[in-house]
């Protein structure tokens, strides 16, 4: 058991859409993961995913509405609910989500990334 700097562990994310695993629990993945630009719409069949805001701001599209997040907000995307994170500049998040969760859901395009670093 040793304590972990979320701050310090984000100059180990590679580039944007690229979740890394920070730690685990319960068969859940702490991911952190840098945005820039919009996402793939996608969801989730089997989980639901907690979206913890850093550093920095985006937004949340859904079919049928925005959810702007800034520094310190979170927001729980229940599984099977249609999504697209999109952020104007970089943003820092905090991922929860269950350890067999694509980062895609149930699109698989040039953002789906099936094997993630440790950091």
Known sequence: MEKINVL??????DGY?????????????VKLVKFRG????HHHDHEDEL?????????????????????GDFLIVPKGVE???????????MLFEP????NTGNTENEF???ELKTI
């Open 112 to 114: 789906t990334k099936k």
């Open 51 to 71: 979206f913890y805001v850093v550093k920095g701001s985006f937004v949340m599209e859904l079919r049928d509405k925005n959810i702007e997040l800034n520094e």
């Open 8 to 13: 310090d562990k984000f100059n180990a994310v």
């Open 38 to 41: 919009p996402f793939t719409w």
């Open 83 to 93: 999504h697209r994170p999109n952020a104007e500049n970089e943003v820092w998040v």
């Open 17 to 29: 859409w690229n979740p890394a695993i920070a730690g685990e629990l319960n068969n859940q993945h």
């Open 99 to 102: 350890a067999t969760t694509l």
